[in-house]
Each structure stands twice: as C-alpha cells, then as structure tokens.
C-alpha cells in the first residue's frame, strides 16, 4: 500500500525557515517524480514544487523561487522541502503527493498524504 | 502562466442529478488535464487523467470530457458521497489548479 507520511509543519514567525519531510513507503520511491502541493486556510490548491527521480531537475511555483527549496533521498526513501524567508501568505497545509509520468508527457498526482499545517505568524 | 477557470464556483443538486463542471484554460493545453475530488479534512485524490481516462478504482458514474481549452466533468447520478470540491488542474506548462467547484446536496 503506498503511504506518504508528512511531518515538520508548525509555527514560525515571519522571516523564520522550516524543514518539511515526507516518508514514502509502499513502492518504489527512486522510480518517481514527487511534488509538494499546497493549500491556504479555506482556498484552493496551489503547486509549488517538483522533483525528478534522481534529483537532477526541479522546478517551482514563481512565488517561491529562491526562498523554497526541494531535494530527496532516495536511500532514505524521503522527500524534503527546506522554506525559508516565510511569510504569512506561506500559510497552509503543505501536502508530498507522487507525481505519476507515463508516455511522452503523461502527468497525474495520483497518491496524497495527508498533510502538514504551516503557519507563518507573529 | 496558464490560468484555469472553473464554473460554477459552487452547485447544490439533488441525489440521482446529472453534475456538470466546466474548466477553461488560458491556452491550448490539448488534453494535458486531470480532475481531482477533495472531501473536507482530505487529502485530494485523481479521478480523471488526460481529461477522460478515469483513475482505477473511481466510480463510472464520474467522467470527463473535452482538449484544446473547454473541458467538462461530469456524475451521471449524484450520490451523498460526492459532496466534495472538484478541481482542474492542468500540466501543460508547470502545474496549475483551477479554483475549485463545492458541490452539495440540496
């Protein structure tokens, strides 16, 4: 059965930097792109970051560049999400979710976990 | 950027009504959508791929239809345990959600 297991959220002021972690189990976790995918109090989903299978590509939402950083290890069968300069719009749950490729340009989020609740506030 | 529009925002229905949702893209996206249901305190979870392929597991009464910029989802016969927020999401370029349809019961 494939489990995505997220930790790490919490409170933290503006400024401040967070480490999320999310432990996959269940399949082959080397095999897949993963992303993390957010949602604000009461709003929509927005994603903000992928990763290639070996690390070697990643890519993210504008409004995080240069602030969020994704990585993974593969031996620890771990994603990351390393956040800093945070600000009070970074407030969300933060979901890991396997990020499905199949054919040419195949993509679908096709497992969630259950999320993580970040907040930014003073 | 490719913006995603959805409508309506939000719908009651009866149970055994036929639902239908729109989803509008900014740009040709040909059939690069997927559609996901979110049941409050949930985590999201795919129901459509490749704006008409349903995901394994997902009930037939769901279904999807459209490429280019104009797609419709579709439940043939709404049941209690639809009431969700269904989204679009397009993977074209990037990765980007529309905003989201609440579905309920009237």
């Known amino acids: 059965e494939v489990q995505l297991v997220e930790s790490g959220g919490g409170l933290v002021q503006p400024g401040g930097s967070l480490r999320l972690s999310c432990a996959a189990s269940?399949?082959?976790?080397?095999?897949?792109?993963m992303s993390w995918v957010r949602q604000a109090p009461g709003k929509g989903l927005e994603w903000v970051a992928n990763?290639?299978?070996?690390?070697?590509?990643?890519y993210y939402v504008d409004s995080v560049k240069g602030r969020f950083t994704i990585s993974r290890d593969n031996a620890k069968n771990s994603l990351y999400l390393q956040m800093n300069s945070l600000r009070a719009e970074d407030t969300a749950v933060y979901y890991c979710?396997?990020?499905?490729?199949?054919?040419?340009?195949?993509?679908?989020?096709?497992?969630w976990g259950q999320g993580t609740l970040v907040t930014v506030s003073s | 950027d490719i913006q995603m529009t959805q409508s309506p925002s939000s719908l009651s229905a009866s149970v055994g009504d036929r639902v239908t949702i729109t989803c509008q893209a900014s740009?040709?996206?040909?059939?690069?959508l997927n559609w996901y249901q979110q049941k409050p305190g949930k985590a999201p979870k795919l129901l459509i791929y490749?704006?008409?392929n349903l995901e394994t597991g997902v009930p037939s009464r769901f279904s999807g239809s459209g490429s280019g910029t104009d797609f419709t989802f579709t439940i043939s016969s709404l049941q209690p345990e639809d009431i969700a927020t269904y989204y679009c999401?397009?993977?074209?370029?990037?990765?980007?959600f529309g905003p989201g349809t609440k579905v309920d019961i009237k």
């Open positions: 979710a396997r990020d499905r490729r199949y054919g040419d340009y195949g993509h679908a989020f096709d497992y």
């Open positions: 269940g399949f082959t976790f080397s095999s897949y792109w």
């Open positions: 990763i290639k299978q070996d690390g070697s590509e990643k």
């Open positions: 740009q040709d996206i040909s059939n690069y």
């Open positions: 490749d704006a008409s």
């Open positions: 999401q397009q993977y074209d370029n990037l990765l980007t």
